[in-house]
């Protein structure tokens, strides 16, 4: 059985990006798949956060992943931070990656802005610390969605760095899983930018906790044009705010954008949003009460984690370990 090793920042509620691109893939993955599934507080830190608020959304985000379906007693549910072979690891790969590999991450560019000098040096060398996530369980399948696709290729570039200069076979090449359809949802205030939980404006989002009342309203307001729907996905190159609408109602729906087109070609954006609300309320609505039930009891959403951590720690010790002992430090 392969083993899946995947992530997500608890640096904010969980968006339907974070779902869709990810979430919904795990929960489907568990079937086949061996899984290591870890909240990422240590990436989430690489931009200021609130201490209070990381603790209680690391607790939301472990509620919000088992309400979602994900089975932390058949696989693996933890938080970075508890096991230290991510971190002891991450510094090796800090010294493997090149100064050049993270200057083409986009991610970086998106995320500093023209305002780089200011940004955290953790921001820059996140992409190693995601490596050594991967590589410290010997992962071999990444499911994520398709903005994280360029740090998979550094993941993979830095372990053959590190078979090559140490001369050893040791770290697996990781193959990415990326979702075939919404691989990337975009913002509902504006569809040339990906929805994102960390972004300023909550209208921009819809996150996995929002009442029905909360997602009709944020969809009423998402941004579109005042053209009707056309007969096919194609027609609507040009229009991002409604490629992304219909993109997300395939999604959900589970049929083909062209099958979402089929039922509303000639509807104006009224009709398809109320549409659109329905199918999202109907994935979204059952996930946000199940996680408000597990938020009343936080003791076993802790116990969950530490358990988890305890597994991670016992596949991920012996690795780490044994590149330290390859790398040459004494041990
Ligand atoms: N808009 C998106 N569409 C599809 N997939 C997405 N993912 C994130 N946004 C979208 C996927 O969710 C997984 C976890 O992401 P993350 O929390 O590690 O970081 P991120 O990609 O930076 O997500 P956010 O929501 O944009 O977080 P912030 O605002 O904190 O940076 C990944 O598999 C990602 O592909």
């Given amino acids: ?196 939980k960390s972004d300023p404006s909550a209208q921009s989002r819809i996150e996995m906790t929002d009442d029905a009342d909360t997602i009709a309203l944020k969809i009423r307001r998402a941004k579109t044009d005042s053209e009707v729907l056309p007969d096919t996905f194609d027609a609507l190159e040009g229009r991002p705010e409604a490629r992304n609408l219909v993109t997300i109602y395939a999604a959900l729906a589970d049929i083909s954008v062209n099958d979402v087109l089929a039922r509303h070609q000639g509807e104006g954006f009224g009709p398809f949003k109320q549409a659109l609300s329905d199918v999202v309320i109907s994935a979204i609505d059952p996930i946000a009460k199940e996680t408000q039930r597990l938020l009343q009891d936080k003791a076993h959403l802790v116990s969950v984690l530490r358990s988890g951590a305890e597994r991670a720690q016992a596949i991920a010790e012996p690795v780490v370990t044994e590149a330290e002992k390859i790398v040459g430090f004494v041990k």
């Fill in 1 to 196: 059985m392969q083993r899946i090793f995947s992530g997500i920042q608890p640096s904010g509620i969980p968006q339907l990006g974070n779902y869709l691109g990810a979430i919904r893939n795990w929960v489907n993955l568990q079937a086949d798949h061996e899984c290591v599934f870890c909240l990422v507080d240590m990436h989430a830190i690489t931009v200021w956060q609130d201490p209070q608020k990381l603790h209680e959304q690391t607790l939301a985000q472990t509620a919000i992943l088992l309400a979602s379906g994900i089975d932390a007693q058949k696989h693996i549910l933890f938080n970075q931070s508890a096991v230290s072979a991510h971190a002891r690891l991450a510094w090796i790969f800090n010294c493997v990656s090149r100064l050049g590999w993270l200057n083409r991450m986009t991610q970086f560019k998106d995320k500093a802005g023209k305002d780089r000098e200011n940004h955290s040096s953790g921001l820059y060398v996140y992409p190693n610390l995601m490596a050594a996530d991967i590589m410290a369980y010997k992962a071999t399948r990444v499911p994520v969605g398709e903005d994280q696709k360029q740090h998979l290729e550094l993941a993979n570039d830095i372990a053959q760095k590190f078979n090559h200069d140490y001369g050893v076979e040791f770290f697996p090449q990781v193959e990415a899983l990326i979702p075939p359809a919404a691989a990337r949802v975009m913002s509902l205030r504006d569809g040339t930018r990906k929805m994102s």
